[in-house]
C-alpha cells in the first residue's frame, strides 16, 4: 500500500499528513492562524493520531484544537512536556547570525503566543513504530534543539526532521539547540540514514546528505 506524504505549509513552518487510502497522521500543527487551513487539509484523509516533533509554540499551538476537531490523541516525547506549560523551559542558543535572527524572533513568540492547554496522552520514543495507526514509520530520538524532538522515519523513503534541521534560508543543521552536542549528534544520525527526502518544520523539502 502507497504511502505518502503532503506537506502542508503554514507560514514559515510546516504540518505534514502522512496517509495512506486507509490511515493517516497528522505531524505537527502550525500556529493559530492556520489552524482552519490544516483542518481543511485532513478533511478526506483518516488521521488517527497528532504527532508533534517537539513542544516550541510554532509545532504544537493548534494541537488541542486539531485533537478535538479530528477526534484523534496527541503524541509527543515526555521530555518535551515541560515546554507545553513554558516555553523558555528549555534555554536556547543560536548558531551563526542567521541563527541569533531566528532566535530574536522566536524568543518574541515565545513571549506573546499561548498554547491552549491541552494534554498528550501518548508519549513516543526512540525505536516506537507507528504501524498500529496504519503508517510504516519509526520514531527516531533527536535531542539537541529540544530534550524532546523526534524525527519519524516514513517507509525507508522520507524523513520528518522537526527541527533537528531547518531550511529557512539554506539547509543546514538546526539554528537554535538547547543542547548543541546533542543537536550535532542527531544531525549525523539523519545523514546516516542514507537515500530519504529530508522534510523539515520550516522550508522545503530535500534530499538528505552530510549534515
Avoid at 493520531?49 to 510554532?58: A, E, I, K
Avoid at 546516516?192 to 530535500?206: C, D, E, K, N, Q
Wanted: charged share 20%; hydrophobic share 40%.
Amino acid at each position: 500500500m502507497t504511502t505518502r506524504i503532503q506537506r502542508i505549509p503554514c507560514g514559515n513552518g510546516n504540518s505534514f499528513l502522512i496517509f495512506t487510502e486507509e490511515s493517516g497522521i497528522l505531524v505537527d500543527t502550525g500556529r493559530e492562524k492556520y489552524r482552519q487551513k490544516v483542518l481543511d487539509a485532513c478533511r478526506n484523509i483518516p488521521v488517527r493520531l497528532l504527532v508533534l516533533t517537539h513542544g516550541h509554540v510554532d509545532h504544537v499551538q493548534n494541537a488541542a484544537f486539531l485533537s478535538e476537531a479530528l477526534g484523534v490523541p496527541a503524541a509527543i516525547h515526555r521530555a518535551d512536556l515541560p515546554l507545553l506549560a513554558d516555553q523558555f523551559s528549555q534555554p536556547l542558543e543560536a548558531r551563526g547570525l542567521l541563527g541569533h535572527v531566528v532566535l530574536s524572533a522566536s524568543l518574541k513568540s515565545f513571549r506573546q503566543d499561548l498554547i491552549p492547554p491541552f494534554t498528550p496522552t501518548i508519549f513516543l520514543s526512540e525505536g516506537d513504530t507507528l504501524e498500529e495507526y496504519g503508517i510504516p514509520a519509526k520514531i527516531l530520538a533527536l535531542p539537541g534543539h529540544t530534550a524532546g524532538s523526534i524525527g519519524l522515519d516514513v517507509a525507508g523513503r522520507d524523513f520528518i526532521a522537526g527541527d533537528a534541521l531547518m531550511n529557512l534560508f539554506y539547509p543546514t543543521r538546526s539554528m537554535l539547540c538547547h543542547d548543541r552536542t546533542a543537536m550535532e549528534e542527531s544531525a549525523r544520525r539523519i545523514s546516516a540514514l542514507g537515500s530519504r527526502t529530508i522534510h523539515f518544520g520550516h522550508g522545503p523539502s530535500v534530499e538528505n546528505r552530510a549534515w
